[in-house]
């Protein structure tokens, strides 16, 4: 997956849609994010104030599948009454990696109910996937479904198939069950927030 700046290059075809990609802008562009600058995400990860939920069982050994649209869907569009939260972000993006922790805590809370299913897609760059996505993964002990989305040149095909309303911004949750959209949002959620998109449905 190439930078967002590379990205800026494209036709203008969509070109319009990646400038609309993420409320978090990406560090190399100049650019501030609406809600924390991405020079202040990396410092606050190293500090540990985007802290990791405390999962004692969690393996060191991560599995990130990288997937293009159509192979993601199989994962979370199906008629098995299971409850899917599936979360869009992205390493560079503040405000993605302060709400992750609450993903993390449902995630502990309701994984062992055969009927829910929580789903972590990041759209960083797939050259990183085996440096800093896995590490990052790891130090967050982020023990959910793991994928990252590398299908940038049909974005304006898959953004709107996600969500029709959906700009691209990151973090965007989608709570869907048997093909059918629950709850869209494309913001960070508070944990009461999550907790309440998905215990209204399970």
Not at 1 to 17: D, E, F, K, Q
Not at 59 to 82: G, M, R, T
Not at 146 to 166: F, G, Q, S, T
Request: glycine fraction near 4%.
């Amino acid at each position: 997956m190439r930078s967002i700046i590379t990205l800026l290059a494209i036709p203008v075809s969509i070109s319009i849609i990646l400038l609309s990609l993420s409320s978090c802008k990406n560090s190399g562009s100049g650019s501030e994010e609406s809600e924390h600058s991405m020079g202040s995400t990396n410092a606050e990860f190293n500090q540990g104030k985007a802290e990791s939920t405390n999962n004692e069982n969690f393996s060191e050994d991560i599995n990130i599948k990288l997937v293009n649209f159509e192979q993601l869907k199989p994962a979370y569009i199906n008629n098995d009454d299971v409850l899917y939260v599936v979360n869009f972000w992205a390493t560079w993006c503040g405000p993605c990696v302060q709400e992750l922790p609450h993903f993390m805590e449902m995630n502990q809370k309701y994984k062992s109910n055969e009927k829910f299913k929580m789903i972590l897609v990041s759209l960083d760059d797939s050259d990183n996937l085996e440096t800093a996505v896995k590490n990052f993964a790891r130090r967050m002990k982020l023990d959910a479904d793991l994928y990252l989305l590398d299908d940038i040149k049909k974005m304006n095909e898959w953004i709107p198939a996600v969500n029709k309303d959906w700009s691209g911004s990151i973090p965007a949750t989608l709570v869907i069950k048997n093909g059918k959209t629950l709850s869209f949002d494309a913001r960070a959620l508070t944990k009461e927030e999550l907790e309440e998109r998905i215990s209204k449905h399970l």
